[in-house]
T-cell receptor, first 114, second 110 residues
Framework: DTEVTQTPKHLVMGMTNKKSLKCEQH?????MYWYKQKAKKPPELMFV???????INESVPSRFSPECPNSSLLNLHLHALQPEDSALYLC?????????????FGPGTRLTVT | AQRVTQPEKLLSVFKGAPVELKCNYS??????LFWYVQYSRQRLQLLLR??SRESIKGFTADLNKGETSFHLKKPFAQEEDSAMYYC????????????FGQGTTLQVKP
């Protein structure tokens, strides 16, 4: 299995809801990432996990809460989001941290906050 | 500060014409540079990286440290090359951070 999968594909949530995005990979990668991508813009890094530990938090608001329960899974818990949080949320993984390692991207979850 | 600049938002060429997508970077250390491509309704995927010096789908890119550039080139564009192309910079050291340029949409007309 050489893919990163993400569920759900689409999510619509109200500003008071709590929801979670899920990302899975079975390539044995030990680094996993969350990115946010607005339309026609490049991905912006949110979080990096290395060996299931949070390595980088790019000053993301606390309404986004990442979790890495095991080496294959990455979650992003959402609570009290704002309409401007509507975007495509991409998960990626790489064999390890470092520039030599290619990042493999999932198809994304398109989130709409109403 | 680290930065990647892709000066063209849109590049439109005819099939069979040469293509050059420009990328300039700003980084004082040793850069790791990549080109990622996003075809319509497909996931973002790696096209090539400077350390491998491969040619993928006819595309090549050479790192020019003097000009701090990593332009993507193809001698003869095909319609299936139409996509969004992102140049990306990874820091030396094991941070895992990728800095993307703003992207260039390549449109290859028949």
């Amino acid at each position: 299995d050489t893919e990163v999968t993400q569920t759900p594909k689409h999510l619509v949530m109200g500003m008071t809801n709590k929801k979670s995005l899920k990302c899975e990979q079975h390539m044995g990668h030990r680094a996993m990432y969350w990115y946010k991508q607005k339309a026609k813009k490049p991905p912006e890094l949110m979080f990096v996990y290395s060996y299931e530990k949070l390595s980088i938090n790019e000053s993301v608001p606390s309404r986004f809460s990442p979790e890495c329960p095991n080496s294959s899974l990455l979650n992003l818990h959402l609570h009290a989001l704002q309409p401007e949080d509507s975007a495509l949320y991409l998960c990626a993984s790489s064999h390890n941290l470092g520039g030599a390692y290619e990042q493999y991207f999932g198809p994304g979850t398109r989130l709409t906050v109403t | 500060a680290q930065r990647v600049t892709q000066p063209e938002k849109l590049l439109s060429v005819f099939k069979g014409a040469p293509v050059e997508l420009k990328c300039n970077y700003s980084y004082s250390g040793s850069p790791e540079l990549f080109w990622y491509v996003q075809y319509s309704r497909q996931r973002l995927q790696l096209l090539l990286r400077h350390i491998s010096r491969e040619s993928i789908k006819g595309f090549t890119a050479d790192l020019n440290k003097g000009e701090t550039s990593f332009h993507l080139k193809k001698p003869f564009a095909q319609e299936e090359d139409s996509a969004m192309y992102y140049c990306a910079l990874s820091f030396s050291g094991n941070t895992g951070k990728l800095i993307f340029g703003q992207g260039t949409t390549l449109q290859v007309k028949p």
